[in-house]
C-alpha cells in the first residue's frame, strides 16, 4: 500500500472522528443538541442571588472552553466554601440516563408544568438536582453550599429549582 494511501485512509478516519465529536453533528434521534447552548444565557444574576439568598456574582463558565456548564456564586472564585448555582446543559440520552434512575442511593421524583419533561434527583445526603428537558435540549441544576447542616431542606431547594429550571427552559 502506497503512502499516499495510507495518508488519505488516515485523513478520512481524523475527519469522521472530528464529526462524531463535533456538536450539533446527528448521531442517533436521542442523542442530538442542535447547538451547544452557552449555560450562562439561561439564568440572570438576580435569579441566582434570589435562589441563594446572598449577593451573586454573574455567571460564569465552569469550563472556560465550553458553554455547556456554568456557576454563579457569592464568591468570584465559586470556591467550595461558597454558595453556588450550577447549570448544565446536557443531551437527551444524557437526560434519559438520569431519568433511568439506576442507583438506588437516588430518588427519582417526577415534576409536571416545567419543559416537556421534568424531574428530581433526590440524595440520601447532599441537596438534590432538577433535570428538565425542551426539545433536544436538557438541563440540569443544583444548589451547592458547604455548610453542615445544609442550609436549605430539600423541600426549600425543591421550590427553589422549580422556579429556576422554569426560567432557565423558557429561553431553550
Known amino acids: ?42 439564568l440572570s444574576t ?3 442571588s434570589k435562589a441563594l439568598e446572598v449577593a451573586s456574582v454573574p455567571g460564569k463558565r465552569m469550563m472556560a472552553e465550553s458553554p455547556a456548564g456554568c ?17 448544565n446543559t ?14 438506588a442511593a437516588i430518588k427519582i421524583e417526577p ?13 440520601q445526603s447532599g441537596s438534590p438536582f432538577i433535570w428538565a428537558r425542551k426539545g433536544n435540549t436538557a438541563i440540569s441544576i443544583r444548589i451547592l453550599t458547604s455548610v453542615k447542616p445544609r442550609v436549605f ?11 429556576l429550571a422554569k426560567a432557565a427552559i423558557s429561553k431553550l
Open 111 to 123: 415534576v409536571a408544568g416545567i419543559g416537556d419533561e421534568a424531574f428530581y434527583q433526590v440524595y
Open 153 to 163: 431542606s430539600d423541600d426549600q431547594d425543591k421550590a427553589k429549582l422549580a422556579v
Open 71 to 87: 456557576v454563579w456564586s457569592n464568591d468570584p472564585a465559586a470556591r467550595d466554601t461558597s454558595r453556588r448555582l450550577v447549570l
Open 46 to 48: 438576580a435569579d441566582a
Open 90 to 103: 446536557h443531551s437527551v440520552n444524557a437526560f434519559g440516563i438520569a431519568k433511568r434512575g439506576t442507583v
Open 1 to 42: 500500500m502506497s503512502i499516499h494511501r495510507v495518508v488519505s485512509i488516515a485523513g478520512c478516519g481524523v475527519v469522521l472522528l472530528s464529526l462524531a465529536a463535533t456538536p450539533g453533528v446527528v448521531r442517533s434521534p436521542s442523542s442530538v443538541v442542535a447547538t451547544e447552548t452557552e449555560a450562562c444565557q439561561l
